[in-house]
């Protein structure tokens, strides 16, 4: 336990150079997709910072062990959970956020005490370059490595046996690393995203609830797996509610989006491409924005109406700056909608009304949820941050990295005492025995010691 904290621990300590590396961490996403600063420091360094401090100062407790409760039949032994490493885990990256989507869960999988090999994105090419330069000089190179590659190499990678695989990356991806896991029977944690929606009804502060929508929204240009992914409202809410967006967009990104320092580009021209041919395909209304530019992989935030169920912008997760707003008549048809789909990573509404907000939560299921406002709840350490069903399995960030990376071991320490007691357990059988040691080894007999 004592080596495992040393070594959360040595990823901070042997920072012996805060400033440059600082410098570094946050020059890559501004190369890779011309991310602003602003958005650089909060999404991949200070994420990352935070959630290793909260590691760090709770990691003494997180490793105890767990008392478990006994019946009669045990009393007087020493049951408990023991957290220990897996082995070796491997950690695939992603490309809209590569350095808070590869080093974060590789923070939970030190603290548990695990060997970590590293895969960056290779679609962040800066980044992943950046990784394999520093792990080696500030990480023990016995302990950890990055490797770097395309699918070609992450193919070759899998062939091997891992004790655990952590993946963050698209449904497809993720079946082809489920299929190389089940060779080894290696246990998978996978974080997909999936199209997450935002139910606005009832009374509702339109100019705070737009700008923090466009601002979740179009937060690194929509690329982010919690991004809201389509608007369910009202007609009546949605004439309301354009606006304010159309306000709330003038605010933040000027007259030209295109020209304001604060707006991030596509991160490649085959994303930019792909983009391109979800607004030429869909069947809705552009209301706002709509330009774009190949060369300078720029998409302006983009909202469109008149969106239907089966349009191409709601076949698949969006992932960049276009906001569909789908009409619907109630809160119930706004849930039975979103029901209608696969789970969402994330679930938003924005209401004034505590009723519509309980509602939605108690007949909605998804991987995380945020009343009022969009992606905050997963910068928040205590809380678990990951998917359920299509949109992921396991969690992360915090205590629950830990638990992801440890394996929870039944401990029974027993001793030489009541020896006779256990006669009741052994041959010759009788109904007398049986019953006594049904009591005794019953449920409503456990307590916690």
């Known amino acids: ?34 991310q602003p600063k602003f958005e650089a420091v909060l999404s991949e360094v200070d994420i990352l910072l935070n959630d290793l401090t909260f590691t760090i100062s709770n990691l003494s407790s997180w490793m105890q062990p767990e008392s478990a409760s006994t019946n009669l039949a045990t009393k007087l032994d020493d049951c408990f959970i023991r957290r220990e490493p897996l082995g070796v ?39 992943g370059s950046l990784v394999a330069e520093l792990v080696p000089k500030y990480l023990s190179q016995e302990c950890y490595a990055v490797i770097r590659g395309g699918a070609e190499e992450t193919q070759e990678l899998l062939k091997n046996r891992f004790d655990h695989i952590f993946f963050t990356g698209s449904k497809g991806v993720a079946r082809s690393i489920l299929q190389a896991a089940s060779l080894h029977f290696t246990p998978v944690t996978l974080e997909l995203g999936g199209k997450s929606p935002c139910v606005v009804y009832g009374p509702v502060n339109m100019t705070a609830a737009a ?58 021209p085959q994303h930019w491409t792909r983009l391109r041919a979800l607004l030429e395909k869909t069947r809705g209304r552009i209301v706002i924005g709509g330009e774009s530019d190949q060369e300078d992989k720029y998409m302006a935030p983009t909202v469109v109406v008149d969106v239907s169920e089966d349009d191409a912008l709601m076949a698949e997760e969006i992932l960049g700056p276009i906001l569909p707003i789908l009409s619907v008549e109630s809160v119930e048809e706004a849930i ?57 399995w396991g969690s992360y960030h915090g205590r629950w990295g830990f638990e992801t990376f440890s394996h929870r071991r039944a401990c029974m320490l027993r001793g030489w005492a009541l020896e006779r007691f256990n006669t009741l357990r052994y041959p010759p059988y009788s109904d007398g025995k049986l019953g006594w040691l049904r009591w005794t080894t019953s449920a409503h007999s456990c307590v916690l010691m």
């Open 89 to 127: 885990v491997l950690i695939i990256g992603s490309w809209n956020y590569p350095l808070q989507l590869l080093l974060l869960p590789m923070v939970g999988a030190i603290a548990a005490g695990n060997c970590v090999i590293l895969k960056p994105s290779e679609v962040s090419a800066t980044t």
């Open 336 to 392: 039975a909608l979103i029901n209608r789909g696969q789970k969402p990573l994330a679930l938003y509404v924005f209401s004034e009304e505590s009723s519509v907000v309980k509602t939605v939560l108690e007949k909605t299921s998804s991987g995380g949820f945020c009343s009022n406002d969009g992606i905050v709840h997963m910068t928040l350490p205590s809380l678990p941050f990951g998917g359920v069903g299509a949109s992921g």
């Open 211 to 268: 700008r923090r929508l466009v601002w979740a929204k179009f937060f690194n240009a929509g690329q982010s797996c919690v991004a809201p992914d389509y608007i369910l409202c009202t007609s009546s809410t949605r004439d309301l509610l354009l606006p304010a967006l159309k306000e709330a967009l003038w605010e933040f990104y000027g007259e030209d989006p295109r020209t304001c320092p604060d707006l991030c580009r596509i991160v490649s």
């Open 1 to 34: 336990c004592g080596q495992r904290q040393e070594r959360a621990c040595e990823l901070v300590s042997k920072g012996s150079e805060p400033s440059t590396c600082f410098l570094l961490l946050i020059h890559c996403p501004l190369v890779d997709a011309h």
